[in-house]
């Protein structure tokens, strides 16, 4: 089957390359010429496990064309994936501009009836525009040709997402008009064969679907936050804690690990859009303005550690910092809880030397050359001569490193734990002064 894909961006590269590798011929559409010829020549925009052969293998194939011309893009297919970024703009509603602007592309060149189908996230009430700004223009043009738009949400994570997509758990499909199922069901066959993972459903209801999905997960993340402070004033271990109500099946383990705070392209921007969707219809979202509220305080809860530590004026302080994408297998910065503490820390004059497995060009990129930054080569290479170790990203090889050898590189044997990753006790025993999130016992109990 051909498909069309706008927008070569996380969504849709990954999205274009799992459609490729069943079969279909996909044609994804760019506007940003370097971001096309540099995926020509095998050169992937981001890091992301599985993701590059991929490409390359269905890119030799002929199953996977790349191009920055629209026309072409709007004549290969009856199926037009909308993959564009939403960004927040001023007050943190999604951006719109890039998906209308696509929807207007293809009512522009279309000769033949569409299905529409937004991947991107989009705020309730997107496909209706979607489908007012296509019937504008195709009445512009003088022309009366059919098309559905679809909603069709994604759920992949972050340095999962080959596998998401190739294995998802769900595929929601909204739409208000039946006929557009069948080249849904033809597209996502492959997918969805040993059981019928389709979840059929209003288009509005799917668009909210997507909101509350990230909503819920990014609720439990700071739910736990709280809990954390709590446990943490109360001399209670969250860790003890979490698998405590983990193992009610109600509750479940995942997502409950508290830490420095929920990062990435997704959460964050997806909880304010629905709050700013709740306050334009008039509704205050309470516990989505507390999950926001909570997730802002908890990154700077390790910068707080360390000022009570070291005082409030880190001049002449270096840190080791290992860990700065805002989650393991991923070179992806945004919103990244490291962010907040190197530019606390920074602010308060400490120097940082920081290792990161994926992310050092990322934080080249967006902090360039200076001299209280050092990108390190090694996470060893970061501790020597630093005050103490910072942890901000659970990346594997940071769970079990030689214990001897940072008390030995560094000033002083302490260690600030975002992730929870080591032992307490086990680190006091071994001479470390240990910091962990909610974890009364190790950082003072005021009871
Ligand atoms: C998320 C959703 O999981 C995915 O379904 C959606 O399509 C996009 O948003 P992603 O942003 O890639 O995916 O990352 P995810 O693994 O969900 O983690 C998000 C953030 O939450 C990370 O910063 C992570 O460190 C944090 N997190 C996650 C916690 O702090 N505690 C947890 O228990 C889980």
């Not at 592309?105 to 529409?116: D, G, L, N, S």
């Not at 080249?183 to 209003?202: S, T, V």
């Not at 109500?245 to 959460?267: A, E, L, M, T, V």
């Not at 060009?361 to 630093?386: H, V, W």
Request: include cysteine; charged fraction near 25%.
């Amino acid at each position: 089957m051909k498909v069309t894909v706008f927008g070569i961006g996380y969504v849709g590269l990954v999205q274009a390359a799992v459609l490729a590798e069943v079969g279909h011929e996909v044609l994804c559409i760019d506007v940003d010429a370097k971001k096309v010829e540099n995926l020509k020549n095998g050169q992937i925009p981001i890091f992301e496990p599985g993701l590059t052969p991929l490409v390359q293998q269905n890119y030799e194939a002929g199953r996977l064309l790349f191009s920055t011309n629209a026309a072409e893009g709007v004549a290969h297919a009856t199926v037009q994936f909308i993959a564009v970024g939403t960004p927040p703009d001023e007050d943190g509603s999604a951006d719109l501009k890039y998906v209308t602007a696509v929807a207007r592309t293809i009512a522009e060149h279309m000769t033949e009836p569409k299905v529409v189908i937004d991947k991107s996230t989009v705020p309730v009430g997107t496909a209706d525009k979607v489908r007012a700004v296509m019937t504008e223009k195709l009445k512009e043009r003088g022309v009366d040709i059919d098309f559905n738009v679809v909603s069709n949400p994604e759920f992949l994570k972050e340095g999962a997402a080959v596998a998401d997509c190739m294995r998802p758990e769900r595929i929601v499909i909204g739409t208000d008009n039946p006929d557009a199922i069948d080249p849904i069901r033809e597209l996502y066959e492959p997918f969805n064969r040993n059981h019928d993972r389709m979840i059929l459903m209003d288009i509005r209801s799917a668009e909210l679907t997507k909101y509350a999905a990230n909503c819920m997960l990014a609720t439990k993340i700071s739910f736990m936050n709280e809990m954390s402070n709590l446990a943490e004033m109360l001399g209670a271990d969250i860790e003890k804690v979490r698998q405590g109500i983990g193992s009610d099946s109600r509750i479940g383990y995942h997502f409950i690990y508290p830490g420095c705070g929920y990062g990435g392209s997704c959460f964050p921007k997806d909880v304010q859009a629905l709050i700013r969707t709740a306050e334009h219809i008039g509704y205050q979202p309470k516990l989505l303005q507390a999950v926001e509220q909570v997730n802002y305080q908890q990154k700077y809860k390790l910068p707080t550690f360390i000022q009570r530590h070291f005082g409030d004026d880190l001049k002449g302080k270096t840190f080791a910092l290992w860990g700065l994408s805002f989650k393991p297998n991923t070179d992806d910065m945004r919103e990244a809880s490291s962010r907040v503490l190197m530019e606390q820390l920074w602010a308060a004059g400490a120097k940082i030397k920081a290792y990161d497995p994926e992310a050092m060009n990322e934080t080249q990129r967006i902090y360039g050359q200076r001299d209280d930054l050092e990108l390190m080569g090694t996470k060893e290479s970061a501790l020597q001569n630093a005050d103490a170790l910072i942890i901000c990203t659970e990346w594997q090889n940071f769970r079990a490193p030689d214990f001897d050898a940072i008390k030995k590189a560094l000033k002083e044997p302490v260690i600030f734990d975002g992730r929870n990753l080591y032992d307490p006790e086990r680190l006091e025993k071994r001479g470390f002064t240990y910091y962990g999130i909610g974890r009364g016992a190790s950082i003072n109990p005021v009871l």
